[in-house]
């Protein structure tokens, strides 16, 4: 039995990620981006707010199934309701936004806190509620960009590059990092 | 007169993003974020190689004329033509692959050479040819998530987040960072 190594979220218990307004069909393809990056960089959970969306949970799934790792998924449930949520368990909300303070000015504070962290993501308009409701409303970059960046930024971070490295257990296929090629072990095609 | 900062991809003269296999319609939005990640994060150019798409171009457009910012759009030409010029001119190529090698162990290489530095993202499959023409393959963690993503934790590390406080000249809008709010300097609805 391989000893397991510490994951990302460990001192935090939970870091989840609540994506708002996904419009179905239009934003597939983002969103779906955004629940990989969640996966990758090191959150355990995704949380589609509002309807939900077969091609993103299967997309989450297969890399799931394939790649490894643990991303709890819930869908087709209130935003407002998991913030609620969120802090009623004791935990913290950090919204993502162009309009936000820094993130090198908060993510310190963020990190040496040991609460869970939901971080929330939106599509083109967040309702004013979450920038009340969050604990923090964080820029990566007072620029309109990507949520699917911000995100990636944010937990690159959060935990100082070190997600980079983090071990996904059950996974299938393992890629060993080459200079020119495409180095696939497991033997699996993915 | 305002005097000028120094912009990001100063000490290379050029740092450009070149977006392989471009689907128009079905890619849209992604692409799109790709080009406002290279903007947002210190690129001066997009290249989408391959077919053009207005609404790319459109929606870069309008963010230059609004947030500000220099980027050279290009579209409708050939990949490889592109990769060869750039070493033509003795600029170098960096395919940003989940294949690759961590970023961490080529970064300090590659920030501190001064070439002008290419970018190669890819939507699902790219060909044998960037492999082996790029001088880097450079993996984001060796995990699937996002060509998003993966860009602007590159260009985080490059510009070691300095870009983060890049000044976008000729902006109409500007964002005045705040805990709670949307703060917007300029009077300018963008």
């Known amino acids: 039995m391989q000893e397991k190594l510490p994951k990302p979220w460990d001192p935090y218990g939970k870091v989840y990620v609540l994506r708002l307004g996904h419009r179905p069909q239009r934003d597939k393809r983002i969103t779906t981006h955004v629940a990989l990056v969640a996966r990758a960089f090191g959150a355990n959970g995704f949380i589609l707010a509002g309807a939900c969306d077969d091609s993103v949970e299967r997309s989450l799934r297969r890399t799931l199934e394939c790649w490894g790792g643990e991303v709890e998924y819930e869908c087709g449930v209130s935003g407002r309701r998991k913030v ?5 368990m004791g935990g913290e909300v950090i919204h993502l936004t162009m309009y936000g303070v820094p993130v090198d000015d908060v993510i310190e504070e963020i990190r040496s806190s040991t609460r869970p962290k939901l971080i929330v993501v939106g599509a083109s308009k967040v309702e004013r509620y979450y920038y009340d409701a969050a604990d923090y409303n964080v820029a990566v970059g007072n620029q309109p960009h990507s949520e699917v960046a911000a995100l990636a930024v944010f937990l690159d971070r959060l935990y100082r590059g070190r997600e980079l490295y983090s071990i996904f257990y ?4 393992r890629i060993v990092p080459s200079p020119r090629g495409k180095t696939v072990t497991g033997g699996v095609e993915c």
Chains 1, 2 share one sequence.
Request: charge should be negative; proline fraction near 0%.
């Open 84 to 88: 609620e949520e969120w802090h009623e």
């Open 170 to 173: 059950g996974a299938r296929a």
